[in-house]
């Protein structure tokens, strides 16, 4: 398997399956101005850009390379900070973004320096890429490109900054040159066909569920992995090895996002990147209170809805979203059978659901009704940025005007309160524009004896209910009244 590091070929087909990209840029390739923070994906220092092919140009978007598997790069450009002056041809030496760092003082002692570079040089990417006006101011581009990158000395404003600088200028003709058609792959080959077969060190691309499939079959105990933001931490973090891994990001049909007359089908590895364009249009709420806040950047350029859903997680961001909806999930196995599964019945228990060995998850299922519904999406946690909820509330106002309730971070899996729900569907809750504090007050004494949390370094039992009691009484009086003014932050 081969990729292109920055604008030479290079081959990975004695590389171990779980091989991050960050161990090989410094371990085998010498390139160690990409540096190792976290290891999980929450510092940014080992942040590069990844361009993939996209009708016949190089779409480049900053990614965490601890926990991005060099094996996943085939067809694909990798650019670090060791050779973005040479790949760009910036004069005399440095890029508009390194000289703005310089020159308004962004770094300390420069160990985050490399990853805020390569953050600030993807947004500098996508603008000169972009020829359409946009109504995001420049600082506000910047924050978000930013939000994946700790900064552990220096402090953020002459960054921030220099970011703003180096979007100031004119970066129309900025670019990254294009590899050469040597070093460019064939996308079309099927790795079905060329994967590595070694037991020891088995890794697979392939292009079509039907290869998917079949590589399950003869792969069992493979594991799948599609942007790695989770999985990976067992290596980076937990120091296991998966020698067995399918990689579905170049399976198609599971990257799609498709509209039928009722319902949204969207394609398991559809990345949060691609989501965030989807919800813009289709579920502004979830594009506006939750999906900005969804881990970082990076994250969102490569992590997925289904590994998030997959992952089991009980403070995961998107289940509770998805359970509030009634979301449908499609299941198939290794001989291409097919089931339709509610996701209120999926989670069994703590990082246990109903996925069989031999079975992945294909596609979600959410109904327009659904999707129209009032919707409210509260999300608390320690900072605001990239970071874990403590806990996350989602209500629906159904058409019937009772209430769908789902909580992340109050049960072992994420959850439907629906002793709650019961409850508020036979005591009306709002009526004419005006709430029933008796029986939200109710509701909320049926929240504390539905869940029972636990309390860890995020927070205390008696906090999260307190806090998922005050989010229902925020989200009741939102519903009865869409004009009143919460609070400073909406999520607090």
Same mark, same amino acid.
Request: overall charge negative; glycine content about 6%; charged content about 20%.
């Given at each position: 398997m081969q990729f292109t590091l920055n604008n030479e070929s290079v081959d +990975?087909?004695?590389? *171990?399956?779980?091989?991050? &990209?960050?161990?090989?840029?410094?371990?085998?390739?010498?390139? @160690? /101005?990409?540096?190792?923070?976290?290891?999980?994906?929450?510092?940014?220092?080992c942040t590069v850009l990844v361009g993939t092919q996209?009708?016949?140009?190089?779409?480049?978007?900053?990614?965490n390379s601890c926990i991005y598997p060099v094996k996943s790069l085939s067809d694909q450009h990798v650019v670090t900070i060791d050779k973005l002056q040479e790949v760009t041809q910036s004069s005399?030496?440095?890029?508009?973004?390194?000289?703005?760092?310089?020159?308004?003082?962004?770094?300390?002692?420069?160990?985050?320096?490399?990853?805020?570079?390569?953050?600030?040089?993807?947004?500098?990417?996508?603008?000169?890429?972009?020829?359409?006006? +946009?109504?995001?101011? *420049?600082?506000?581009?910047? &924050?978000?490109?930013?939000?994946?990158?700790?900064?552990?000395? @220096? /402090?953020?404003?002459?960054?921030?900054?220099?970011?703003?600088?180096?979007?100031?200028?004119?970066?129309?003709?900025?670019?990254?040159?294009?590899?050469?058609?040597?070093?460019?792959?064939?996308?079309?080959?099927?790795?079905?066909?060329?994967?590595?077969?070694?037991?020891?060190?088995?890794?697979?691309?392939?292009?079509?569920?039907?290869?998917?499939?079949?590589?399950?079959?003869?792969?069992?105990?493979?594991?799948?992995?599609a942007g790695g933001t989770d999985l990976m931490l067992a290596v980076t973090q937990q120091y296991q090895s998966i020698p067995q891994l399918i990689d579905l990001t170049h399976i198609e049909s599971l990257q799609n996002i498709n509209e039928t007359q009722s319902h949204f089908e969207i394609g398991a590895a559809v990345s949060y990147q691609k989501l965030e364009s989807f919800a813009k249009q289709q579920a502004p709420v979830l594009y506006q209170q939750l999906l900005h806040r969804l881990g970082s950047r990076q994250i969102r350029n490569r992590g997925t809805i289904g590994g998030n859903i997959c992952n089991a997680s009980p403070i995961g961001d998107m289940p509770p979203y998805l359970l509030a909806l009634n979301a449908e999930l499609e299941i198939i196995n290794n001989q291409g059978q097919s089931r339709r599964l509610a996701i209120t019945e999926f989670y069994l228990d703590y990082k246990k659901t109903q996925l069989q060995e031999n079975e992945y998850l294909a596609r979600i299922y959410i109904t327009k009704e659904a999707l129209a519904q009032p919707i409210q999406i509260f999300k608390i946690s320690k900072r605001y940025e990239d970071d874990i909820s403590s806990v996350l509330g989602v209500f629906v106002l159904t058409n019937s005007g009772t209430m769908n309730i789902a909580l992340g971070g109050m049960a072992a899996i994420p959850k439907r309160a629906f002793e709650t729900?019961?409850?508020?569907?036979?005591?009306?809750?709002?009526?004419?524009?005006?709430?029933?504090?008796?029986?939200?007050?109710?509701?909320?004494?049926?929240?504390?004896?539905?869940?029972?949390?636990?309390?860890?370094?995020?927070?205390?039992?008696?906090?999260?209910?307190?806090?998922?009691?005050?989010?229902?009484?925020?989200?009741?009086?939102?519903?009865?009244?869409?004009?009143?003014?919460?609070?400073?932050?909406?999520?607090?």
């Open positions: +990975t087909q004695d590389i *171990g399956s779980d091989v991050s &990209l960050l161990d090989y840029l410094r371990e085998n390739q010498n390139l @160690t /101005g990409t540096k190792e923070g976290c290891a999980s994906g929450d510092c940014g220092a996209t009708e016949g140009q190089m779409t480049y978007k900053a990614v005399p030496n440095l890029t508009s973004v390194q000289q703005e760092m310089f020159e308004c003082h962004g770094s300390q002692c420069g160990f985050c320096t490399p990853g805020f570079v390569m953050s600030l040089t993807a947004l500098q990417l996508e603008k000169s890429a972009n020829s359409e006006a +946009t109504d995001e101011p *420049g600082r506000e581009q910047v &924050l978000d490109a930013i939000s994946g990158n700790l900064c552990r000395c @220096t /402090g953020y404003r002459p960054i921030v900054k220099a970011g703003c600088n180096a979007l100031e200028k004119d970066n129309q003709t900025f670019k990254i040159v294009q590899p050469s058609s040597k070093n460019a792959q064939n996308s079309a080959t099927n790795e079905y066909q060329t994967a590595t077969t070694n037991l020891e060190n088995f890794f697979a691309k392939p292009v079509t569920e039907k290869d998917l499939q079949a590589w399950l079959l003869l792969y069992p105990q493979a594991q799948l992995i729900e019961s409850l508020l569907g036979e005591h009306p809750f709002n009526s004419d524009a005006k709430i029933n504090p008796n029986v939200i007050e109710q509701a909320c004494e049926m929240l504390a004896k539905e869940f029972s949390p636990m309390t860890d370094v995020r927070a205390s039992a008696e906090y999260r209910i307190a806090a998922t009691q005050n989010l229902l009484r925020k989200a009741s009086i939102a519903f009865s009244q869409s004009d009143e003014q919460l609070g400073v932050y909406h999520h607090a």
